[in-house]
């Protein structure tokens, strides 16, 4: 059974970084997709970046590129997403996600961690 445990959550202001952490567990991650997402009040959950396990390779939303940085660890079996240059709109809960590379649909979440950007 996998699971993800997010943490790095915080209150930061603008221009400020972040990194959150997630931590995996439950069953070799080598054939997954990792992904970040958020969801801020009264808004839909978004997709922030993912990253494949094996091979490293990463992907970003327009939004975050140039900013946010996702990384694994593999020793550490952890997932990390650093955020720099936050700005207020970066307000949300952000989510850890987990799916097979052949998925069409994340089906592995974790509980979440916020992150409050002040102006």
């Known amino acids: 059974q996998v699971q993800l445990v997010e943490s790095g959550g915080g209150l930061v202001q603008a221009g400020g970084s972040l990194r959150l952490s997630c931590a995996a567990s439950?069953?070799?991650?080598?054939?997954?997709?990792m992904g970040w997402f958020r969801q801020a009040p009264g808004k839909e959950r978004e997709y922030v970046a993912s990253?494949?396990?094996?091979?490293?390779?990463?992907y970003y939303a327009v939004s975050v590129k140039g900013r946010f940085t996702i990384s694994r660890d593999n020793a550490r079996n952890t997932v990390y997403l650093q955020m720099n240059n936050l700005k207020p709109e970066d307000t949300a809960v952000y989510y850890c996600?987990?799916?097979?590379?052949?998925?069409?649909?994340?089906?592995?979440w974790g509980q979440g961690t916020q992150v409050t950007v002040s102006s």
């Open positions: 439950g069953r070799t991650f080598s054939s997954y997709l």
């Open positions: 996600a987990a799916r097979r590379i052949e998925s069409n649909e994340y089906n592995n």
């Open positions: 990253i494949r396990w094996n091979d490293g390779i990463t």
